[in-house]
């Protein structure tokens, strides 16, 4: 069945840039999201690539797929403290149907 | 625009009662989905609405219920409470056929004792 993997934790200082990774194993997925949640609240959607793309880049955030490794990674730039939260991929096989979550990555940033 | 709301935020039930929980689709959006979120979990797929008709349901038993309105907005009902249902969630609102139309309202926590 679809399964997606991120590493857990991830610690970085303010200022430096963080990189989330993540894994997924459905080789018919279509669509791939980064989504971000701080405590208490829902999910923000903050990107998503489509499966025909390698890179897509968005202010500090830059996504990066690698569809042969089934690999998806998110570059955040000159990380702030702000950006302390829960980071979950997630996939999907078609436009409109079940979101697949990976456990999400704990994002802590320090001053 | 509006996004989507949900109500009540917090809610505690007994184990055995049922439960229904609310959402408010963003404008414009035609299909609701609902997430359960347990604690340290990523969201996982409970079911899908489009059209008010069920078109998606992920691996949840049939005690979780719901519906979709005319307006959009949605229900979920979870009947017989177990403690495991002790749980963030989550409505999502999106537009068919729109891979990147997905918005999250800020979840109905429930705690079942």
């Known amino acids: 069945g679809e399964d997606v993997e991120q590493s857990l934790f991830l610690s970085v200082r303010e200022g430096d840039s963080s990189v989330i990774n993540c894994t997924y194993t459905?080789?018919?997925?279509?669509?791939l999201y980064w989504y971000k949640q701080e405590p208490g609240a829902g999910l923000q959607l903050l990107t998503y690539?489509?499966?025909?793309?390698d890179m897509k880049q968005d202010q500090r955030l830059t996504v990066l797929l690698n569809k042969k490794d089934k690999h998806l990674s998110l570059r955040i730039a000159d990380t702030q403290t702000g950006d302390s939260a829960i980071y979950f991929c997630a996939e999907t096989q078609q436009a409109g149907t079940a979101l697949i979550f990976g456990k999400g990555t704990t994002l802590s940033v320090s001053s | 625009e509006t996004g989507v709301t949900q109500s009540p935020t917090h809610l505690i039930k007994t184990r055995g009662q049922q439960v229904t929980l609310r959402c408010s689709s963003q404008s414009g959006h035609n299909t609701v989905s609902w997430y359960q979120q347990a604690l340290g979990q990523g969201p996982q797929f409970i079911f899908q609405?489009?059209?008010?008709?069920?078109?998606g349901r992920g691996n949840f038993p049939p005690r979780f219920s719901g519906l979709q309105f005319p307006n959009y907005s949605s229900e979920l009902n979870v009947n017989a409470l177990e403690l495991d249902d002790s749980a963030l969630y989550l409505c999502a609102s999106s537009l068919a056929d729109r891979g990147r139309g997905y918005t999250f309202g800020s979840g109905t926590r429930l705690t079942v004792v």
């Open positions: 609405y489009y059209r008010e008709e069920e078109n």
């Open positions: 690539i489509f499966s025909n793309m």
């Open positions: 459905d080789s018919s997925s279509t669509y």
